[in-house]
Every structure is written in C-alpha cells, then in structure tokens.
C-alpha cells in the first residue's frame, strides 16, 4: 500500500502551478497517502493543501557543498517522516533526483535528463509528441503510477483559496495588473502601455490593484490603484487574484495561478511559447492540444486522433475566462531573456487599445 509519496517541485512559481493537474490525479489514485513536498519557496502554495503533510525547503544551492547539504534536508527528512514509497521529479535538475535518491524512495520517477538516470529507478525518456501543453509533461511522469481513467481525464488546475484577500470586495471593478515575469524582460509587455491602461481604469473609478514586480512603473499617485508589488505572501497573492474581476498579466507564474482559480485573464506572449505555457483549461486542451492519453503508446496505436488546431495561428483567442494575446512574428518565441533584434516589435505590436477593448468585453462593458 503506498502510505508516503515524495515531490520535488520545480522551483519557479508557474510551474509548480502546472504541476497540480498531475498532483490531483495522484491524490485520487492514492486517497490514504500523505504527501511531502520538496523545492524553492513557491511549494508555500499548498501550504493549505489538506492532503500535503509537511513542505521542506530546497536551499542547498545556497551552500558551500550543496551534495552536503542535500544530504542533511534528505536526512531531517527520512527522520520525520520516515519511510517514502514513491518519489516524483518534476524538476529536471540532477540534485533534484540526487534528492530522492537520498531519501532513499522506493521508487524514483524522472525524466532522462542532465546525467541523473542512474539515481532513478523509472528515467523516462521525455514525449516527443506534439502539440503537448507544460501540464501534460508534468503529467506524463505519473502515467504507468495511476489508473488510465485517472490519467486520461482532463484535470484542471487546482490551488486551495482561503480569506488573506488584499482586495476590499464592494461593487466597484477590480482589477489586477502583473507586469513583471521572470526569465528577464522579453517576457514583458511595454512599461508604457501598462501604464496607459492602468490610468484609463483608474479615470473609470475602478479600482486596480499591482501585482508581482512593478518594473519601475511611474505612476500618478491615484486613490484608485493600489501598489501591491512585493507586498503580499504566496497566500496572499493567490487569494487576491481570487477576487479580481479580470487580471491582466505576462505569460508568468501568477498568470498560472489566475488559470487554476479561473479568475478572467488576459495573458500577453510574446518572446514565448503559447503551445508549450499558455494558460491551461478545458476548451483549451480540447482544441488545441492532443489528449492526455495520446502519450500512452498502446493508445496511439489503437485510437486515431484528430489533429488539434494551431494555437500559433491566433493572434488573439479566448476560451471562457482566458484570452491568449500573441502577435507570433517570425522572431518568436525566441525564448530569450532579452530581444536579440532590439526591437520587441512582439510586445510593442500588441496595443493598449487593444487589450483595454477585449478588457471591457471580458467585463461585459460596452466599448468606447
């Protein structure tokens, strides 16, 4: 019977939040097991997850020996909780299965990857299949560890909300804006054309509210907008992006977060890939990416599926809550951390008249 099941966690924000379609299927698959998770800061997200019995921090990048160091977290870990049946590496990292492999799982599940084969007891090789969104990868790892039905359905994200709202709810528009991503600032739409959209709801007595990092915005001081940035917990964030009416963000970790509470969202691409991390739902799953059980190999030969659309093909595209911005010029995605030609002609041909119309739509606004 498997009591104990051990996850290493990527350590960026988004996907972590990817992650939990696959840590859902697993939860039903094991309704007893008590889950541990490992990996960065951001594993404070499921801090109210019922089923997560403790959280340890990875911090051995920080130390002088880090292998040292991975084996101490790795001991405190066998320790207090004993003994582990399963372990999942969702990062791709060496130490990150080095990790399980010191917590001596039972079982160790990861992806080929970086030199780490040997620490794995199942190194799988990664799906080549394509269209496959981030979460179905994630997915993939758990495939021969839960039922087909488990694994084949769709799963949407999930995030447990609680009451550490920074938002006032009264009967006025709220607003959220995230204007910062990691990975550098190719991700970003234009300071400026943030700034143009924050003031036009502002001039509309609405109230907008500034997540994440505000990449030196300079804005006019306003009783209308509220300068969160760098000021709320993980709770925090989660349970404000709750109880927004729309949320305006780059492709980043809390645009994640906004698909897994499906908080209205309108997500702007550029330098990245919207076939590998768009936001993630059912209409988007069903059209333009193959489904989960394609990347079971006894399906592909038995079952013929039909080819999804090309979400490439969509300069603009929403599906429920979601609407998907993406010029897709012949540069992009680049994936670079800043715009090799200089020009960021992917974000800058993205307007704000643009994304302030879809916003009163999205709102069920008339337009101006």
Request: proline letters at 5%.
């Amino acid at each position: 019977m498997i009591q104990t099941i051990l996850l290493r966690l990527p350590n960026w924000l988004g996907d972590s939040v990817m992650c939990t379609s696959a840590f859902q299927k697993l939860k039903r698959m094991y309704p007893h097991a008590q889950f541990v998770l490992v990996g960065s800061y951001v594993c404070e997200i499921f801090r109210r997850d019922p089923c997560v019995k403790a959280i340890y921090l990875d911090e051995s990048k920080k130390a002088k020996n880090r292998i040292l160091s991975l084996y101490h977290l790795a001991k405190t870990i066998r320790t207090e909780i004993g003994s582990i049946d399963l372990g999942f590496c969702f990062s791709n990292g060496f130490f990150g299965a080095l990790l399980l492999y010191l917590c001596k799982a039972k079982v160790r599940v990861g992806y080929a990857k970086n030199l780490r084969s040997f620490l794995l007891t199942h190194a799988l090789k990664p799906p080549t299949l394509k269209p496959l969104h981030q979460v179905q990868k994630y997915e993939y790892l758990i495939k021969d560890f839960v039922d087909y039905a488990i694994f084949e359905a769709y799963t949407p994200l999930h995030l447990v909300c609680g009451k550490e709202s920074k938002i006032i709810c009264d009967d006025k528009k709220h607003i959220g804006i995230n204007p910062g991503a990691a990975f550098g600032w190719a991700k970003c739409w234009e300071k400026e054309y943030f700034i143009d959209i924050i003031t036009r709801f502002a001039a509309r007595g609405w109230e907008v509210y500034i997540f994440g990092d505000t990449q030196n915005l300079t804005i006019q001081d306003d009783t209308h907008i509220h300068d969160l940035s760098n000021k709320t917990t993980l709770i925090e964030l989660i349970d404000s992006i709750k109880a927004l009416d729309l949320f305006i963000t780059n492709d980043s970790g809390p645009m994640h977060i906004a698909a897994a509470l499906q908080t209205p969202t309108i997500a702007i691409f550029g330098s990245t890939d919207t076939a590998d991390t768009c936001p993630w739902n059912l209409p988007i799953a069903q059209e333009f990416f193959l489904p989960s059980q394609a990347m079971i190999s006894h399906a592909l030969d038995s079952t013929p599926y039909p080819t999804p659309k090309d979400i490439t093909t969509y300069t603009t595209l929403t599906a429920d809550t979601i609407t998907i911005l993406s010029k897709h010029l012949e540069c992009a995605p680049c994936k670079k951390r800043t715009c090799p030609l200089k020009h960021h002609l992917c974000m800058k041909s993205i307007t704000p008249d643009e994304v302030f119309t879809i916003a009163l739509t999205m709102l069920q606004l008339p337009k101006e």
